[in-house]
């Protein structure tokens, strides 16, 4: 009987897991990255330039920006809602192949980027309620991983299907595979009572404003991690092809980008527990600069492959340590501090893609672009480095 019940708990535990999983595989790898693998296909078949493909994802980034604002002080009609976000994804997606019009491609990925938004937070909150009811939140690490999960997936389909039916294709069969997924997604995620922490930490005053001060500091330094992850995330694809003059290496990299984010977070959970917050975000943020430098550097298959890793590996676990560490730095107002550091990362992300576009259509190159990406994730180490200095004891504290 016990053995049996032990079997059940476990099961509904990793069932569960992966209704989330595969919802974060629509959301995130389908409904937001997907675009990143299929803009050659609309350069070359619809005549896009990279200022319209910049400006497009900008809107996608601003839907996504106006969704968090929304969802993250929601609490109500979650499932109904969430089942909603999945359609929204699927038929956004399928809708782009329909239509030539620049103005409803924005209108389009304005949707599937609130949906992206409303999507991620209510599948999170869900999970992390039934999950951390069963005293089993550590499986929280696996929901996560669907991002990256979703990024290779986008890696596979979009070139096969862009190239058998051009960028239309690539749309419409994203639409249907996202539609597909979301039926896991609907009857595996559970719904359930939101958790209410027993824990009680007291605060001082004195201790309340050294967090406030290291809270800023390191909305900041999101900040810039949204404004240069961005850029890399949208042009990675079509700058590869670029630099090597074909297109097979750039979609392998998109899907070595998407295996390598799968576990990052898992990973990167692991390091923190070992050295803190700031010194892993220090780490995280250091490798994925560096692997950018060596991509814009090189320009040749190997620096493709190692930025496909560095990025692949980092820019999950920086959003998922960053949330989790300014929800400490904050405690009395996590909430709060949620939304603050995802506006600060949304404006980065709305605001990156569209520089970065101008700039690549201005100079010809998407070098000049990438290099602003790296000063971005540089001036975000800095400030990550002086919040480290800033923070004194509890920077380097081990959660």
Known sequence: ????????????????????????????????????????????????SDTLAGAIASSNYLGYLLGTLVFIFFNKMRYILFVMSLAAIAVSSAAMGFTSSPLLWHLLRFIAGFACAS?????????????AGRNAARYMGWHYSGVGAGIAVSGVIDPVFGMLGGWEGAWIMTGITA??????????????????????????????????????????????????????????????????GESGVSYIGWIVVGVFAAPSTIFWFYVSGKTGFPVALIYAFTVQLGGLILFVSL???????????????????????????????????????????????????IAGPFVA??????????????????????????????LKKAGGRYAVCKH
């Open 119 to 131: 999507g991620f937070i209510l599948s999170t909150a869900m999970l992390f309620d039934y999950l």
């Open 179 to 244: 539609g597909i997924i979301s039926i896991g997604a609907v009857f595996w995620i559970k719904s359930s009572p939101e958790y209410i922490s027993k824990k009680n930490d007291v605060v001082t005053d004195s201790a309340k404003f050294k967090r406030k001060k290291e809270f800023w500091l390191l909305s900041i330094a999101y900040f810039m991690e949204g404004f240069g992850y961005v850029i890399i995330g949208t042009f990675m694809v079509a700058a590869t092809q670029n630099y090597l």
């Open 299 to 349: 320009q040749n298959t190997i620096a493709v492959f190692v930025a496909a890793i560095t990025f692949g590996g980092t820019f999950m676990g920086i959003v998922s340590m960053s949330v989790t560490f300014g929800k400490e730095l904050w405690v009395e107002r996590s909430t709060q501090a949620v939304a603050i550091l995802t506006t600060f990362f949304s404006v980065g992300q």
């Open 1 to 48: 009987m016990i053995l049996n019940n032990m079997t059940d708990y476990f099961k509904e535990n990793v069932t569960a897991t992966l209704g989330g999983m595969a919802s974060l595989i629509v959301f995130m790898g389908l409904g937001r990255f997907a675009y990143t693998s299929i803009i050659p296909y609309m350069q070359a078949g619809a005549g896009m």
């Open 357 to 386: 576009g101008f700039l690549s259509d201005v100079y010809s190159s998407y070098t000049y672009p990438l290099l602003l990406s790296c000063g971005a994730l540089l001036t975000g180490l800095i400030f990550l480095l002086y």
